[in-house]
């Protein structure tokens, strides 16, 4: 975790310390670690919580590395590996704690192009074969980056997810049993298709179901670099942060 010395006192080498997480720690200089700095008012640091909730094997955050997070023109920017405040980037209220999750990002090209071979192959399904759509397939997954980001999502947000999940499944299915109902008698083969197609569609539903990024508008923008920013974050979430300064790109 990460905070700021709010006070220390030299008299009885004690001090408190202020998380990311908005509760403040009660800490002594027993568990200062950090041989290069002195613990001292203002300085950002790092540090472990024990059982007892208490700070230990507290370090001292260098000055380059200490403004890690910014905002910018409505997203948020940071550094890989830059710990984020305990609360829910979606609606800013406090959570239990912190999950990893894995954001995929894809140049803005290779978006339009296989949007553009999906277009095409469902307009012409008929007269153009599989193997044109191939190629974009493997490039788009071969471009395709990957981040693991650590950040909490209230529980809210993760049940509002699972019902849209839930409701959008349940229409899928009734349609598809539907339409095998519709076409029972004159093609047993297709409704047997239908069925197998449903039960196939299961293992991406459990998936689906347990990542709320599909559904909450999370994803990043652009990578540049150490720098990755993210869209879909709460206004009130970033406004806690300096602007970025660093306009070399725009996402």
């Known amino acids: 975790m990460e905070g700021t010395i709010l006070r220390f006192d030299i008299s009885n080498n004690t001090g408190v310390i202020r998380g990311n997480d908005g509760t403040r720690y009660q800490f002594t200089n027993s568990e200062w670690k950090d041989e290069k700095e002195f613990a001292r008012v203002g300085l950002l640091v790092n540090f472990e919580v024990n059982l007892n909730n208490e700070p230990v094997d507290i370090y001292c955050i260098p000055k380059d590395k200490g403004k890690r997070i910014w905002q910018y023109d409505g997203y948020l920017v ?42 095409i192959r469902i307009s012409f399904l008929i007269f153009v074969p ?27 947000v993760k049940k509002q997810h699972r019902l849209l999940i839930d409701t959008i499944f349940s229409c899928v299915i009734f349609g598809m049993i539907m339409a095998a109902v519709n076409v029972h008698y004159s093609s047993i083969i297709f409704a047997l298709l239908l069925i197998i197609f449903a039960l196939l569609c299961l293992p ?48």
């Open 130 to 156: 599989w193997i044109i759509t191939i190629p974009v397939i493997i490039v788009y997954f071969a471009m395709t980056k990957y981040e693991k980001i650590t950040f909490g999502l209230s529980q809210e």
């Open 78 to 119: 940071m550094l890989r590996g830059a710990s984020l405040p305990n609360r829910c980037i979606k609606t800013n209220r406090p959570v239990m704690g912190k999950e990893e999750h894995t954001l995929s990002f894809n140049p803005l090209f290779v978006n339009f192009s296989a949007l553009f071979s999906a277009l």
């Open 204 to 251: 991406f539903w459990l998936i689906l179901r347990k990542s709320p990024l599909s559904t909450s508008g999370i994803s990043i923008a652009w990578i540049q670099g150490e720098y990755i920013c993210i869209r879909g974050i709460n206004k009130e979430y970033l406004s806690e942060f300096p602007e970025w300064s660093n306009y070399r790109r725009r996402g």
